[in-house]
Structure formats: structure tokens, C-alpha cells
């Protein structure tokens, strides 16, 4: 397993932005597929956005956050991001990260049991 490490939540207005990030110890992979979850209160956790490297790169988002938030990687870093503008107060959750070091296929992006290196969460509320 990777350890990872997120920073970056925070307080913000609706209309607001913030940039979450995850850092990956360890080694670099030549496949990946990274993603940031959230869970807001009373709700289960559920898929942001995602990054896929298997050959090419490809981006998955949730239809909500999809046109407001985009995640984007460091390589140099070995951190990825989670970059959220126009932020609403349906945001506020507690977010968190996850990576494999496996290129998974397209239809389970989505799925939790994908991933088995996890950050800790961190909490984002957007409110006026």
C-alpha cells in the first residue's frame, strides 16, 4: 500500500474555490487510477473525479461537479489535486482520496472497492 496525504480543506462561500491535494509516498507507478470521494453528512461516501494512467490518461467526474471541479497530478510531486470552483453548499463533505497502482476499466472508476490506499479525510464547508 501507498500512504497518502491530504491537505487543503477548509471554510469557503458559496461561489468560492479551494484546492484539495494528495500526496503519495513511495514509488512512482506506470498505471494508476487516483480519485477523490466524498461523504457528506447522513450520506454515503460517494465518487468525485477520477484519473486513469493505462496507456494515455483519462478524467472521470461526477455529474455535479462536473464544469466546476477538474483533478489534475504532479508527477514531479507524486501528488494529485482536486481543484473545485463555483463551490455549493451541497459541497460541504468530508473528502477523501484514493489510489491504486492498477489502470481499472472504465464501469468501476466509480467503485470504492477499487482503490486500497486511502487518505484520511478532510472536511470542506461551504457556507455562507
Known amino acids: 500500500q501507498v500512504q497518502l496525504e491530504v491537505s487543503g480543506g477548509g471554510l469557503v462561500q458559496p461561489g468560492g474555490s479551494l484546492r484539495l491535494s494528495c500526496g503519495a509516498s513511495?514509488?512512482?507507478?506506470?498505471?494508476?487510477?487516483l480519485a477523490w470521494f466524498r461523504q457528506a453528512p447522513g450520506k454515503d461516501r460517494e465518487f468525485v473525479t477520477g484519473?486513469?494512467?493505462?496507456?494515455?490518461?483519462?478524467?472521470y467526474y461526477a455529474d455535479s461537479v462536473r464544469g466546476r471541479f477538474s483533478i489534475s497530478k504532479d508527477n514531479a510531486k507524486n501528488t494529485w489535486y482536486l481543484q473545485m470552483n463555483s463551490l455549493e453548499p451541497e459541497d460541504t463533505a468530508i473528502y477523501y482520496c484514493?489510489?491504486?497502482?492498477?489502470?481499472?476499466?472504465?464501469?468501476?472508476?466509480?467503485?470504492?472497492?477499487?482503490?486500497?490506499?486511502w487518505g484520511q479525510g478532510t472536511q470542506v464547508t461551504v457556507s455562507s
Open positions: 484514493a489510489m491504486t497502482s492498477r489502470g481499472v476499466i472504465t464501469s468501476q472508476v466509480r467503485a470504492q472497492y477499487e482503490y486500497d490506499s
Open positions: 484519473i486513469r494512467k493505462r496507456g494515455g490518461l483519462s478524467t
Open positions: 513511495g514509488r512512482s507507478f506506470s498505471t494508476y487510477t
